[in-house]
């Protein structure tokens, strides 16, 4: 994996726990002194202290009636779809951008304090180099993925159901983006000694059945495909899984369709997704957009075909994608659309786009805007929507 300029001075983190002074320093007076790690060390080990006292909590703690699924098998419902008022025991009908407060989010919520438990203690090992952190995430990886009578299932068959219509959709399937710092943070946890290479082997194993199945089953291949952020979403996925079991033909693959259908198909002239655009929420499918394929970009991208620095003859890439949206992130009263049907108020936050461009780019204008934002946002289609909350995970993905 290529060393991203942006974060090559956190190798550090690998050698020494002298860490208060590291900063990611570029040769550029505009990102000098820009310290993550100061930042980030505050946050992080006050919710690593309380994170310590939390014991898993896994899918098979709650069920719903409507799930055609064991206890074993993720399990949601599609967020736009409500009950019909000409019809109230039929099936569900649609409201695009309205989320109905009464469908099962259970599942999603336990896997969303997964991905902050997992990120939040593996942050606070990487600052520490205390394997108490480590222990704990250890715990609840083996709840997750090892554990016969606690473990998930490793696919996605009965996500985003809807009553009267779907036990299941291939759209589900987007509920597991929040697995991806839990991967990326087992991965840098492989360091430690309270991490067995047994367990490891047993998790590991889990998410390459769950690529696996992702890639092969009609669900998974239709999401691969899709002409929006569902696709990109599918590629941050499964970019990140590949990166914890080392398939490097998945990572090949998900480079060149990054190129070939998220940059030339998918991105206007102006860097903005027009299918994000058309939606009842434009500005958070935006964002959300944007951050996905920083994330694809950081994933994947190699000493020899960076994913970053890419870009058309016309200048479409990921630098044009950023200078889109940042200035509506700095200044959200630019935004020149209708403003979200729901939760445009809640937006934006530190979104992970900005500091990896930032630093990639030597945009020292989206440090200071992301430094402004919030960091642990509470609302639930706010997080349901940010799945990546722990740069220092993606900072260390360099050091690898």
């Known amino acids: 994996m290529k060393f991203f300029r942006c974060f090559t001075i956190l190798l550090s983190l690998m050698f020494t726990s002298l860490i208060a002074g590291v900063t990611f320093a570029k040769d ?3 990102v000098d002194n820009f310290n993550l790690i100061e930042i980030e060390k505050p946050r ?20 719903s009636e409507r799930s055609m699924g064991t206890q074993h098998d993720f399990f949601s419902e599609g967020d736009y779809w409500w009950p019909d008022p000409k019809n109230p025991d039929g099936r569900y009908i649609r409201r695009d951008g309205q989320t109905n407060p009464d469908n099962f989010i259970a599942h999603r919520i336990s896997l969303m304090r997964l991905s902050d438990i997992i990120g939040t203690l593996t942050s606070a090992y990487m600052i520490t180099h205390d394997d108490k952190y480590a222990a704990h995430a250890v715990v609840h990886l083996k709840a997750w993925f090892v554990d016969e009578k606690t473990r998930m299932n490793p696919n996605l068959l009965y996500g985003q159901a809807i009553k ?21 943070g087992a991965k840098y946890l492989f360091k430690s000694d309270a991490f067995t290479s047994e367990v490891q082997a047993e998790v590991k194993a889990w998410f390459r059945t769950y690529l696996t199945w992702i890639n092969s089953h009609k669900y998974g291949l239709r999401e691969k495909f899709q002409p929006n952020n569902h696709s990109v979403c599918w590629s941050m996925q499964a970019a990140t899984f590949a990166y914890l079991v080392d398939d490097q033909e998945m990572l090949k693959w998900i480079r060149q369709h990054f190129k070939d259908n998220f940059i030339k198909v998918m991105m206007d002239q102006n860097g903005g997704f027009p299918q994000e655009l058309r939606r009842t929420k434009p500005y958070g499918y935006s ?3 944007i951050d996905a394929m920083a994330a694809v970009a950081q994933i994947a991208s190699t000493p020899d075909d960076d994913l970053w620095t890419y870009q058309l003859p016309d200048g479409r890439g990921m630098k044009k994608g ?28 530190r979104h992970p786009s900005l500091i990896m461009a930032g630093l990639e780019f030597e945009q020292a204008d989206y440090l200071t805007t992301w430094k402004t934002l919030d960091a642990d946002p509470e609302t639930y289609e706010v997080l349901r929507n940010l799945p990546l909350r722990h740069p220092l995970l993606w900072a260390s993905k360099a050091t690898k």
């Open 164 to 184: 009267g219509r779907h036990t299941g959709r291939s759209i589900g399937i987007i509920d597991t983006i929040h697995l991806v710092e839990v991967a990326l």
């Open 44 to 63: 992080i080990l006050k919710k690593a202290q309380q994170y310590l006292q939390q014991a898993p909590r896994t899918v098979t703690a709650d069920t």
């Open 322 to 349: 950023m200078s889109y949206i940042a200035p509506y992130i700095k200044d959200k009263k630019s935004w020149p659309l209708q403003p979200d049907v729901m939760y445009f108020d809640e937006w934006p936050v």
């Open 287 to 289: 964002l959300f957009v």
């Open 28 to 30: 550029a007076a505009q």
